[in-house]
């Protein structure tokens, strides 16, 4: 079946910009995550929903950040005006419940110059 | 605070040779392990994890780990490395409602 899917694969934006980065999880899944993974370590949570809430947004590191999933499937993680330091591969994984194994998609790389 | 560590950058094998790529952690409570395996511009795939119940799991492509409540380790191996098993690896943990977080991930090298 389908795996998790992201789009766009690559997007890059100037300092100040406003961004959008979609992810559509496997279906069936209720449980989705917001990871970010740059260069050299390992993928650091921004947030996780389950269902349509989102359940813990402790690792959104400032306002600037924030992620919706309306209908409880596709989410989208919003950046506004971006920094050059939130350049990074943004991921997206789903679960079938929370607790259980996570498949991630193929991720976003943002750059921001 | 929760963590998982994976104390090597890089692991070198010769092919046929048994591989193991450490990992420990530092979870609160019981923990739920899980290994996952990134190829180049490929995302993470998942290959095992730990819940509950026996100490050795076996995964996909012949590898497995052994869970260590004393040594708090999670260690993945195989007996036998190929080539092809050249990728970076991240063991991850969580427990009760707690984040899943990662290591910083082992480049495994696969020498023919």
């Known amino acids: 079946g389908a795996g998790v899917s992201q789009t766009p694969s690559n997007k890059v934006t100037e300092k100040g910009k406003y961004v959008e980065l979609r992810c559509d999880p496997i279906?069936?899944?209720?449980?989705l995550y917001w990871y970010r993974q740059s260069l050299g370590q390992g993928p650091e949570f921004l947030i996780y929903?389950?269902?349509?809430?989102?359940?813990?947004d402790s690792g959104l590191p400032n306002d600037r950040f924030f992620a919706v999933r309306p209908e409880g499937s596709v989410s989208t993680l919003k950046i506004q005006r971006t920094e050059r330091g939130d350049s990074a591969v943004y991921l997206c994984?789903?679960?079938?419940?929370?607790?259980?194994?996570?498949?991630f998609g193929p991720g976003t790389r943002l750059t921001v110059t | 605070a929760q963590s998982v560590a994976q104390p090597e950058d890089q692991v070198n094998v010769a092919e046929g040779n048994p591989l193991t790529v450490k990992c420990t952690y530092s979870?609160?409570?019981?923990?739920?392990l899980f290994w996952y395996v990134q190829y180049p511009n490929r995302g993470l795939q998942f290959l095992l994890k730990?819940?509950?119940?026996?100490?050795l799991v076996k995964g996909s492509y012949g590898f497995e780990a052994e869970f260590n409540k004393s040594q708090t380790s999670f260690h993945l191996k195989k007996p036998s490395a190929l080539v092809s098993d050249s990728a970076l690896y991240f063991c991850a943990g969580y427990s009760g409602n707690t984040p899943l977080v990662f290591g910083k991930g082992t480049r495994l090298s696969v020498i023919a």
């Open positions: 979870v609160s409570g019981n923990p739920y």
């Open positions: 730990y819940i509950t119940g026996d100490n």
């Open positions: 279906s069936g899944h209720t449980a």
């Open positions: 929903f389950q269902g349509t809430g989102a359940a813990d």
């Open positions: 994984a789903s679960s079938l419940r929370q607790g259980r194994e996570q498949y």
